[in-house]
């Protein structure tokens, strides 16, 4: 039984993957945000709310104290928070890490050049994929709404495929990297409905 620690615990694809791991799982949640008001925790025999800064090392460390697997889904200034969870995460001696980045990070999607628009995500990449950490960096697609399971993957250094995904499907490979040790470590995924 793994325990997991969600940074950015309120954001749509966090709601979706705490759903999941609750529904599908064994794993215990420790769900981290700025303001732990603003979740209701629906299983407190699995799962905890805590406030927790990403900007804030200390804060980090603390929360990661008796984790499995890191996963972060996050806004803002993308970099530090890599900085600090690297920083928070050798300090703590954890390894696994799955992080949420975007698609067109490495110009990797036909056609397209995301430019600076992008920059805080190729650097918070950076950052991850020069730490020792176990690491898998997801880049999906634009978002919808659909109630669906359906993706495909790339890896870095291939074409990106498709345009969008639901944030179901992220979700589901968040759990699904969670859940099974030395899968796509080390990897950065592109994720996308197949077209």
């Known amino acids: 039984m793994s325990n997991v620690l969600i940074l950015g615990a309120n954001g749509g694809i966090?709601?979706?993957?705490?759903?999941?791991?609750?529904?599908?799982?064994?794993a215990r949640l420790t769900l981290g945000l700025r303001n732990a008001a603003r979740l209701k925790n629906t299983h407190p025999e699995r799962m905890r709310i805590i406030e927790c800064d990403v900007l804030d090392v200390e804060s980090l460390k603390t929360a990661m104290a008796g984790q499995d697997v890191v996963y972060a889904n996050l806004a803002g200034d993308l970099e530090r928070m890599a900085r600090n969870i690297v920083k928070a995460m050798d300090a703590t001696g954890l390894k696994r890490l799955i992080f949420i980045s975007s698609m067109g990070i490495y110009d990797e999607v036909p056609g397209e050049k995301y430019g600076s628009i992008l920059e805080p995500y190729r650097r918070a990449a950076a950052v991850i994929e020069a730490s020792d950490l176990d690491y898998t960096i997801l880049r999906p697609a634009w978002f919808t709404h659909d109630d669906e399971t359906d993706y495909q993957t790339t890896q870095k250094g291939q074409p990106f495929k498709g345009s969008q995904v639901s944030r179901k499907s992220v979700a589901a490979l968040v759990v699904k990297l969670a859940e099974t040790p030395g899968l796509e470590v080390r990897r950065s995924l592109g994720v996308s409905k197949p077209g």
């Open 14 to 26: 966090a709601r979706h993957a705490t759903a999941l791991f609750l529904k599908e799982t064994q």
